[in-house]
């Protein structure tokens, strides 16, 4: 018997992570993590490989749903309004994410 693992939506990944969260910075390499990179995280980034996210990696979200603009609003929300993980979830839900 195959077992099928069920894709979370972005808001569900922000609502059960058990990473602390940081600020302007995707990962303090200490398992804190801002909100785009708890999604990366689930995506399989460990938070501490020098990898360059902000170039090809990026369209790695598009299978979570989440767009361009989206990434920069959840990186505004976190990091200059000092939303939780939380409340970014319940802004991705109020878009179906």
């Known amino acids: 018997m195959q ?4 894709k979370l939506k972005p808001s ?5 992570t ?3 969260q940081c600020f302007y910075s995707l990962s303090n390499g200490e398992g804190k993590f801002c909100a785009v990179g708890v999604l990366y995280n689930y995506l399989g980034w460990d938070g501490e490989s020098n990898s360059d996210l902000i170039g090809d990696e990026r369209p790695l979200l598009l299978d979570l749903g989440i767009h361009q603009k989206h990434v920069q609003e959840i990186f505004d929300m976190n990091d200059n309004m000092g939303w939780s993980f939380n409340q970014i979830a319940d802004w991705l839900e109020e878009r179906g994410l």
């Open 18 to 20: 058990k990473a602390e």
């Open 12 to 16: 569900q990944i922000l609502r059960e």
């Open 3 to 6: 077992q099928t693992i069920q």
